[in-house]
């Protein structure tokens, strides 16, 4: 087993953007979308098409997520204006504007699995011990951020209130790009609205983002909340055994990863953030330390497992649920 210093070292030799492959993938991605979402707009296609059309699309605005958030950690386009340009552009269509998206996912990076009620990046996670001391109030705080519904709900929760209404409430100065990005998204939302109608608004606008939203959220939540997750007080924290022991490789079939743009490969991303997505299979694949982690798949059962996790247990080292904790009356 390589040390932490030599693991690091040796995911260097898969940082390396492929220009062409980078815009090739980008771009193939926006000009699907643009297609799908343009046939959402014609009324005369049978609705399951566009049903269909709609949903294809929530999947692809995913994968132009991962793309985005790749680009935002350097690992794709590096010293491209155009890129430069258009990756604002996305970040304010698909509502993770620049300054709140840096700032969290890098808090994010740089915490992953450490024991916390503040969630800044991520979802919070506290010890039994600590939860046990918490007032009633607190406690049906930390629940709801951590409840299902608030992550299949992304949309609302992650996306419009925290990455957005929330960060310019509090630092107007900072993030003049939330509100900008929550003014485009209601304001070309109504005007689809008004002149094609509800039904073309809920295909082309509401209906895609919202499954990304939700899709993206739970991705995030179990990519660090998985049974075999390990969390650690600042003291015994370390990068790479955040990303090995704290970060699952979700499993995934061959359409779904593409679609995911990899990023199932979720630890392989923590070992080292500038490695491009199309990369990630390649530096899993040779480097042996990165094969024996915890996995989580799509499967309805290990997603509810994932869902029930809320504690972590101190005295098991394990994360457990709500039923096994003891609260006093």
Same mark, same amino acid.
């Given at each position: 087993m390589r040390t932490e210093k030599e693991l690091l070292l040796a995911s260097k030799q898969f940082i390396g953007d492929n220009k062409a492959r980078s815009w090739f993938e980008t771009l193939i991605t926006i000009g699907l979308i643009a297609a799908l979402l343009t046939l959402c707009f014609f009324t005369q296609v049978p609705f399951l098409i566009r049903l269909g059309a709609s949903i294809i699309c929530g999947l692809l605005y995913v994968r132009l997520f991962v793309i985005y958030h790749d680009y935002r950690h350097r690992a794709i386009l590096l010293n491209s204006k155009p890129a430069s340009l258009l990756m604002k552009v996305v970040g304010l269509?698909?509502?993770?504007?620049?300054? #709140?998206?840096?700032?969290?996912?890098?808090?994010?990076?740089n915490n992953n699995s450490k024991l916390t009620m503040s969630g800044i990046g991520s979802y919070p996670t506290i010890t039994k011990s600590r939860y046990l001391t918490l007032t009633k109030s607190q406690?049906?705080?930390?629940?709801? !951020?951590?409840?299902?519904?608030? /992550?299949?709900?992304?949309?609302?929760?992650? $996306?419009?209130?925290?990455?957005?209404?929330?960060?310019?409430?509090?630092?107007?100065?900072?993030?003049?790009?939330?509100?900008?990005?929550?003014? #485009?998204?209601?304001?070309?939302?109504?005007? #689809?609205?008004? $002149? $094609?109608? $509800?039904?073309?608004?809920?295909?082309?606008?509401?209906?895609? /983002?919202?499954?990304?939203?939700?899709?993206?959220?739970?991705?995030?939540?179990?990519?660090?909340?998985?049974?075999?997750?390990?969390?650690?007080? !600042?003291?015994?924290?370390?990068?790479?055994?955040?990303?090995?022991?704290?970060?699952?490789?979700? @499993?995934?079939?061959? @359409?779904m990863r593409w679609f995911c743009a990899n990023i199932g490969y979720h630890h392989v991303?923590?070992? !080292?953030s500038r490695i491009p997505f199309y990369r990630l299979r390649e530096a899993m694949d040779s480097m042996p330390e990165l094969k024996n982690v915890g996995t989580t798949s799509w499967n309805p059962i290990e997603v509810w497992r994932c869902f029930r996790l809320k504690l972590w247990d101190e005295d098991t080292e394990k994360m457990i649920t709500l039923r096994e904790v003891r609260v006093p009356s």
């Open positions: 269509y698909v509502l993770a504007p620049e300054t #709140i998206w840096m700032r969290s996912h890098e808090h994010h990076h406690r049906r705080l930390y629940l709801i !951020n951590r409840h299902p519904l608030t /992550i299949i709900f992304g949309y609302f929760t992650l $996306f419009i209130y925290w990455l957005n209404l929330k960060s310019f409430v509090q630092s107007p100065g900072k993030h003049v790009d939330s509100l900008l990005s929550l003014l #485009i998204h209601a304001g070309v939302g109504a005007v #689809i609205w008004y $002149f $094609f109608g $509800f039904g073309v608004y809920v295909l082309t606008w509401f209906l895609p /983002i919202f499954i990304m939203s939700g899709l993206g959220s739970y991705l995030f939540y179990c990519q660090h909340n998985f049974p075999a997750a390990k969390f650690r007080e !600042n003291h015994d924290w370390s990068y790479a055994n955040a990303a090995l022991s704290s970060t699952s490789y979700m @499993v995934m079939n061959p @359409v991303h923590h070992i !080292n």
